[in-house]
């Protein structure tokens, strides 16, 4: 089997062949493999299985154009179950046991930083393709030569997010906010930014309750009950795949959402399939929208995902998506899969996609992208599920996101 060392090996080989064997193997069978750890399984699953869709589909669509510098892709994937030092010691396998060339790291931020730095060690090539925490690109303490950032971004998120939610916020006279959001790098760091850039925006909003449920937590029963008792006029969460349907589910129970105003940014196709009742007037960012941008390629994408898999595509499946196009393009430009050369490619590349909002997405110096499709509208039970979109001004983003890293002392 290629990459793998077989019994035949281990009983004839002397070490050095059997330390070579899965290389050996590999070049025998010419096919380039590419490894992906992710969660796969519990409630969080989402983020890996729509990321392995969407690579499954790169896969056949690479091979069908004569694959990668010749040769076929094969994607390895791989289980987390979400624990930092499982996603570190996978990566690692499939590095150095496994024969994989290139790495694709799908997962959370909670993972992510565990794998920069088996990345750091290994010098391979890889792309995150789902953590948003926006230090892991940002701070040139925690960026690594080859890694690079296919996915939005936090602060990015943030300044966007902020700006629509200052004029809802003034035009509905909603000054007392809540939040929730899960208690990891993610959740924390990116709801300290929305707030940030929310007073910069609305200086009199004041946040009055704070809840941190645990990634994964599967009652939320303790968190709908504070939010009633403090009583907020708006809730922001940061809550995500199966955490923010079962959170919604069971608020709809205690009527939580008759009673305030709610705004995410982490509504997708399948939480919303997931959420039993849901309720209109969510303010909701386009994480994924057949509709944003408006354009055929955009839409044709997004429903051959759904013949494919049955179900519609998330933000982490067009991320991922968008990483195998600009691995595509790094290669071929610079005719190498080695990591400094992919890395010197890939720097200040811009790419042909769908989900960029002029149909163009940037990967800047800074090892993360610009350009990718930001809107904010509000649910609505129907398709196309979120309506009234408002485009972000990528020129603000930019703005105010160098403002921010110069007082991080990031630059």
Avoid at 62 to 67: C, F, L, P, Q, T
Avoid at 253 to 264: E, N
Avoid at 298 to 311: P, T, V
Wanted: net charge neutral; glycine share 8%.
């Amino acid at each position: 089997m290629s990459g793998l060392i077989t019994r035949r090996t281990m009983l004839g080989g002397s070490a050095a062949s059997l330390l070579a064997a899965p290389w050996v193997a590999r070049a025998q069978a010419n096919t380039l493999r590419v490894g992906m750890q992710s969660i796969l399984s519990g409630p969080i699953a989402l983020l890996g299985t729509s990321s392995r869709n969407a690579l499954m589909m790169e896969q056949d669509r690479i091979n069908a154009a004569g694959g990668l510098l010749g040769r076929p892709i094969e994607f390895v994937f791989r289980d987390s179950k979400g624990q930092p030092q499982e996603a570190a010691r996978l990566t690692r396998e499939l590095v150095n046991s496994t024969g994989c060339e290139l790495l694709i790291d799908a997962e959370a931020s909670s993972g992510a930083f565990a794998v920069q730095e088996v990345v750091r060690d290994l010098g391979v090539a890889c792309i995150h393709t789902n953590s948003e925490t926006s230090s892991l690109t940002a701070d040139p303490k925690i960026r690594v030569p080859t890694a690079f950032r296919v996915a939005r971004q936090g602060v990015h998120d943030a300044v966007a997010g902020s700006a629509y939610l200052s004029e809802y916020a003034n035009a509905k006279k909603l000054n007392k906010w809540a939040t929730c959001s899960p208690d990891y790098a993610y959740g924390r760091d990116t709801t300290a930014q929305y707030l940030q850039f929310f007073k910069q925006f609305k200086p009199d909003v004041e946040v009055i309750t704070e809840a941190w449920p645990k990634l994964g937590q599967p009652d939320f029963t303790e968190v709908i009950t504070k939010l009633i008792q403090a009583k907020p006029q708006a809730l922001f969460t940061l809550l995500y795949a199966g955490d923010l349907s079962a959170f919604v589910n069971q608020g709809n129970i205690y009527a939580l959402f008759s009673q305030i105003a709610v705004a995410t940014p982490n509504v997708d196709y399948p939480v919303l399939a997931a959420i039993k009742n849901l309720p209109a007037g969510i303010q909701s960012a386009t994480r994924y929208l057949e509709t944003f941008p408006n354009t055929p390629a955009n839409k044709e994408w997004g429903q051959a995902y759904l013949k494919r898999w049955n179900e519609r595509p998330t933000n982490w499946s067009w991320q991922n998506t968008v990483a195998m196009q600009f691995y595509e393009a790094a290669i071929k430009k610079a005719n190498s899969l080695d990591g400094k050369a992919l890395a010197a490619a890939l720097t200040g590349m811009k790419i042909n996609t769908p989900f960029g909002v002029d149909g163009t997405i940037t990967m800047r110096d800074d090892h993360t992208t610009i350009g990718y499709a930001i809107g904010w509208g509000q649910t609505t039970p129907k398709e196309p599920f979120i309506v009234d979109v408002k485009a972000a001004d990528w020129g603000k983003i930019i703005e105010l996101e160098t403002d921010w890293k110069k007082q991080q002392k990031y630059i």
